[in-house]
């Protein structure tokens, strides 16, 4: 009888299981394969990313627009030095400003893009006088005379203009930094503060000693 009893208990476990396998088969069938934490890692980046593109304003639409062609006309002017500039400190600071630009060019225009906005048209070096509508731009006639500068008059100019230049990039950051919405163009314009506000004391102080 023990042996009996053993095989009818052993015959109710394989039964249980076989049972609770089935249960478990039909949950996973009409869940569509998906668990709730997968349907949330799903769904989850993509309202983050339209939260994010969707978090800013006019201003901060205006601040990369209009930086965008500030830094351009920098780095053109920067871009003369390497051939035009007597001063090895001159050259240096030239050089830091493009690699400090440009890659910030770039990144306002993937802002600009991300959320449905125009990359303005490179319109450095081709006479587009800006000079007007920001703060700090050089004219036409101002990029001439750079261009036709060289040796201690040409750093003593491309100082100059780039102070007046660099305040002029302080002052449109400023207003960022009231006005805008988007973090990461506030970031950037506190970046263009700290930045370009040290190096407006270096070209003062290039100047005293020229």
Not at 34 to 54: I, Y
Not at 148 to 167: C, N, P, Q, R, W
Not at 180 to 196: E, N, S
Request: hydrophobic share 40%.
């Amino acid at each position: 009888m023990t042996a009996y009893r053993k095989l009818i208990r052993r015959t109710a476990l394989a039964a249980t299981a076989a049972v609770a396998t089935l249960v478990l088969a039909a949950c996973s069938s009409s869940s569509g394969g998906h668990d709730m934490g997968s349907m949330e890692s799903d769904s989850s980046p993509t309202a983050a990313a339209s939260a994010e593109a969707g978090d800013h304003n006019d201003a901060d639409i205006s601040f990369s627009n209009e930086m965008i062609q500030h830094h351009r006309q920098a780095i053109e002017m920067a871009a003369l030095a390497d051939s035009r500039a007597s001063s090895k400190e001159v050259k240096d600071l030239a050089t830091k400003i493009e690699g400090e630009q440009d890659p910030e060019i770039k990144t306002m225009s993937e802002w600009l893009t991300s959320w449905g906005e125009q990359v303005p048209e490179d319109m450095s070096g081709m006479g587009h006088d800006m000079s007007s509508s920001m703060p700090g731009m050089m004219s036409s006639d101002d990029m001439d005379k750079l261009k036709k500068a060289s040796g201690a008059e040409f750093d003593k100019m491309f100082l100059e203009m780039m102070v007046k230049h660099h305040e002029g990039a302080v002052e449109m950051a400023k207003t960022e930094q009231a006005d805008g919405k988007y973090g990461a163009a506030t970031k950037l314009a506190d970046d263009v503060v700290t930045a370009q506000t040290a190096e407006i004391k270096q070209m003062n102080e290039m100047l005293d000693k020229s």
